[in-house]
């Protein structure tokens, strides 16, 4: 990838990279990836960073040794932690004549359209006054319910929120290998066009990488490519580890799809946690596939409890095919399973949508982890 080819870009930063153990940030680290965001900006890339650190800062302030954290542990030391972590990365920035700005979000704050909204309106003003701005997730108020846990899912969806062209996930290795990476036969997969079961696969063997592992950094490129983004693993032990993967071929490059999806369907592609799961018939497979919206007909059945307008998945043969909001909560959906739309009207005693997901509120996937 040549980085003419790149106008904005996400780089996620594990805390593996950016904490000396028990010593606190690794200030050479942080000026490495300075001097490669200050180029960056000189080639005309913006630059929005997702951090990782704030608890194992805090859990040095504290000296908490254990390697778990309770929910509550682990918030107190993120709220002491993300003082130190922003003020690194503002004093680290700033030796390159760049400012740094902190936004804290949590896993509501993406899955909530009107405070998705919000959260890129106030990260695109940021990039305007020529900001970095610096996004970890805000761990002092999520609630174990719904949280990332990662940030390499929350980097893959803030790259969708941004409509970035490339997403940089900087890791302790060079990329994804085929077997663990231990293994001296194993082989660094250098392209990645679709994340199929066998990519997967190679995922599960690779062992555990920081607290996120590969498997969420396969979570993160399915998310990622979906919304039209590229996205790269690589390793952010070399000297200037941006510029690297970019220009030198290093790491593993997941290839995006949908280059063409409109802000709301990426939006919806990108979901952690829909509210429930739509299980269709082969017909109505067929014609969402062609485009079309999905009719009650074609529903065999649904698990979930869900309101009207949330995002829910919809599969069919035990296979997720596509994501979408509904027009109708699931007390009114299980009365008009499998009927016509002109009953439904009689049936429910109104009749304000005929489609129970239009295809304008659809993204349609397909069988993308089929072998």
């Given at each position: 990838m040549k980085i003419k080819e790149i106008n904005r870009m996400v780089v996620k930063i594990g805390s593996s990279l950016l904490i000396d153990k028990n010593k606190?940030?690794?200030n050479n680290f942080l000026n490495n990836i300075s001097e490669d965001i200050l180029s960056l900006k000189k080639g005309g890339i913006e630059?929005?960073?997702v951090s990782s650190g704030a608890i194992e800062l805090g859990k040095i302030e504290l000296n908490k040794t254990k390697e778990k954290l309770n929910l509550s542990e682990s918030q107190a030391a993120s709220s002491i932690g993300q003082?130190?972590?922003?003020?690194?990365?503002?004093?680290?920035?700033g030796k390159f004549d760049l400012n740094a700005a902190q936004i804290l979000i949590t896993a509501e704050d993406t899955e909530n359209r009107k405070r998705f909204l919000n959260a890129r309106s106030t990260i695109e003003e940021l990039v305007r006054e020529k900001y970095v701005p610096i996004i970890n997730e805000n761990d002092t108020v999520a609630t174990s319910e719904i949280r990332y846990g990662d940030n390499d899912r929350l980097a893959a969806r803030i790259a969708g929120m941004v409509a970035a062209d490339c997403l940089i996930l900087l890791s302790n290795v060079e990329g994804l290998y085929e077997k663990d990476p231990s293994n001296e036969e194993s082989k660094l997969v250098n392209n990645v066009e679709i994340i199929d079961k066998r990519i997967i696969?190679?995922?599960?063997?690779?062992?555990?990488?920081?607290?996120?592992?590969?498997?969420?950094?396969?979570?993160?490129?399915?998310i990622a490519t979906k919304s039209g983004c590229q996205m790269i693993i690589s390793s952010g032990r070399i000297k200037n580890p941006i510029l690297s993967s970019l220009n030198d071929g290093i790491g593993t490059v997941f290839q995006s799809q949908?280059?063409?999806?409109?802000?709301?369907?990426?939006?919806?592609?990108?979901?952690?946690?829909?509210?429930?799961?739509?299980?269709?018939?082969?017909g109505a497979n067929l014609a969402l596939e062609n485009g079309k919206s999905l009719l009650s007909a074609g529903i065999i059945d649904f698990d979930g409890e869900f309101d009207k307008g949330d995002t829910v998945t919809i599969k069919s043969g035990n296979?997720?095919?596509?994501?979408?909001?509904?027009?109708?909560?699931?007390?009114?959906?299980?009365k008009i399973i499998g009927k016509k739309s002109e009953e439904i009207e009689e049936i429910l005693g109104y009749?304000?949508?005929?489609?129970?997901?239009h295809r304008n509120n659809l993204f349609y996937s397909g069988n993308m982890d089929e072998d």
């Open positions: 606190g940030v690794n630059t929005l960073i003082i130190k972590l922003i003020n690194a990365w503002r004093d680290s920035l696969d190679m995922a599960g063997e690779a062992g555990e990488l920081g607290r996120g592992g590969m498997i969420t950094k396969i979570e993160a490129a399915k949908n280059k063409n999806l409109s802000a709301l369907k990426s939006w919806i592609s990108g979901s952690i946690k829909p509210s429930g799961e739509i299980n269709i018939d082969n296979k997720e095919i596509a994501r979408g909001l509904t027009n109708f909560n699931s007390n009114d959906l299980s009749l304000a949508k005929t489609e129970v997901i």
